[in-house]
């Protein structure tokens, strides 16, 4: 079955066309035929495509809305040149990556006008990004008619986290009027690599008791506690901006710092919101860069507040990791993702440093060889194993779109 998986962001729509044989399951041979982007959709647009075994396209043009972004991307994987489809035909179902499924959406679902109405009542919680999901799944109707789409969500896998951790210390009525809560964001790179992880330590992915910590440090970070499969903690919050420090995002922080800073700079609540979200972090601390790569080079080249943004990114992160070693009881396995997880194995030292005495060990050899593929990383002292596992999001939701369209088929 060819799925064609999309992203679609506020201004951009990624792209990947999933083979995927077999039966739900037990699928086989996984195959990336093509993926891309379009970015900066509303202007000038910039149209990004690399097919399997032929060299990569780029192409600019004027796309004015997604609609138009989807069809150019049906568009050019007809191509000759591209050879990832002859027939728009061959898509025999779309899997979308939606960000905010609030209480309703605990899995994945086909979608249909009841989902699109459910999706439509997350879009207080998340303004930026549930509205161009919509428009995604309505440029597909218009252009592939019926094809069945599915929703992947992002908070889903965290919903099975219990009151005492999605529930701040605020009036409980904020709550129940406005659904304030944790909910937790990269749910599917989190399921995808605890599952992974338990597979490369030969366990099964929801065996009970089992006790996974999965840190996905890309842009975005966050971490997950996992216990028997279901997620039990994590560290983003009501929004993508709690917890670890990130590339432009602050993490946690004391919410009155906030009242004081619109006070003394003042700013106004979408001046602080961009002052949290994309100006601080690594970038805020180092006044250089959101980039890790950037900032280890600028480090090693004596610079001392790349240093210090670095340092400040690694204790939160381990302070994290050993709070839910607490959280879970102990633990027996943990994996680094995203692209400073799989690629930094500074980082991953500087995150575990001292943390022998929970069970968590690196070999420095291991540790400084893995890079972009699953390793093992860990001593073989260590009492909890670690791993460095590689995420794949996209795979995950064309597996989930392969498997709810392959069960609503009369067999
Ligand atoms: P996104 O969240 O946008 O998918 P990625 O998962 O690609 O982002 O992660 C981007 C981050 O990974 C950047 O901070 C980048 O510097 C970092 N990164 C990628 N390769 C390396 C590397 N070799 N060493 C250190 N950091 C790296």
């Known amino acids: 079955m060819k799925v064609l998986v999309l992203n679609c962001g506020s201004s951009s729509v990624k792209f990947q066309l999933v083979e995927i044989g077999g039966v739900p399951a037990a699928p086989v041979g996984d195959r990336l035929l093509a993926k891309g982007l379009v970015e900066n959709i509303g202007g000038a647009a910039l149209l990004k495509c690399e097919a399997e075994g032929k060299p990569p396209l780029r192409e600019s ?48 679902v086909l979608m249909d006008e009841d989902v699109l109405r ?7 919680l998340a303004p930026l990004h549930n509205p161009p999901n919509v428009k995604g799944y309505r440029a597909v109707r218009d252009l592939l008619g019926d094809v069945p789409q599915v929703a992947v969500f992002d908070t889903a896998f965290h919903q099975t986290m219990e009151p005492q951790a999605y529930l701040y210390g605020l009036p409980y009525v904020l709550y129940e009027r406005h659904g304030i809560r944790r909910y937790g964001f990269h749910g599917t790179s989190h399921r995808f690599v605890s599952r992974r ?35 039990v903690d994590t560290s983003m919050g009501f929004t993508p901006l709690e917890g670890l420090v990130m590339g432009t995002r602050s ?19 979408w001046e602080v919101g961009a002052l949290l979200n994309k100006h601080s972090g690594l970038l805020g601390i180092s006044g250089l860069s959101n980039d890790m790569r950037s900032l280890l080079e600028a480090e090693a080249g004596g610079n001392e507040r790349a240093r210090l943004a670095v340092d400040v990114f690694c204790y939160r992160l381990k302070k994290y990791i050993a709070a839910y070693v607490g959280a879970l009881g102990g633990i027996d396995g943990l994996a680094f993702a995203g692209g400073i997880g799989e690629n930094a194995p500074k980082i991953r030292e500087r995150s575990l440093a001292g943390l022998a005495a929970l069970g968590l060990e690196l070999d420095a050899e291991r540790n400084g060889a893995a890079r972009g593929t699953d390793a093992e990383i860990g001593t073989g002292a260590s009492k909890a194993r670690v791993f460095v596992v590689p995420t794949n999001e996209e795979l995950l939701i064309a597996r989930d779109t392969f498997e709810i369209v392959s069960a609503r088929r009369p067999s």
């Not at 609609?67 to 898509?91: F, M, S």
């Not at 459910?118 to 207080?124: A, H, L, N, Q, T």
């Not at 006790?211 to 966050?222: D, E, F, V, W």
């Not at 993490?251 to 609540?269: N, Q, S, T």
Request: with cysteine.
């Open 118 to 124: 459910g999706i439509e009542d997350c879009f207080d």
């Open 251 to 269: 993490g946690d922080l004391d919410p009155a710092i906030l009242l004081h800073v619109m006070r003394k700079e003042e700013l106004g609540p």
């Open 61 to 108: 043009g004027e796309i004015l809305e997604h609609k138009i972004a989807v069809e150019r991307v049906l568009e050019l994987l007809g191509r000759p040149e591209v050879g990832a489809l002859r027939d728009r035909r061959e898509i025999e179902a779309v899997g979308h990556r939606v960000v905010h499924g609030g209480e309703r959406f605990k899995a994945s």
């Open 197 to 231: 992880l338990a597979e490369l330590m030969g366990r099964g992915p929801a065996e009970p008791g089992l006790r996974l910590i999965t840190c996905h440090l890309g842009n975005g970070c966050s971490v997950a506690a996992i216990r028997g499969g279901r997620s």
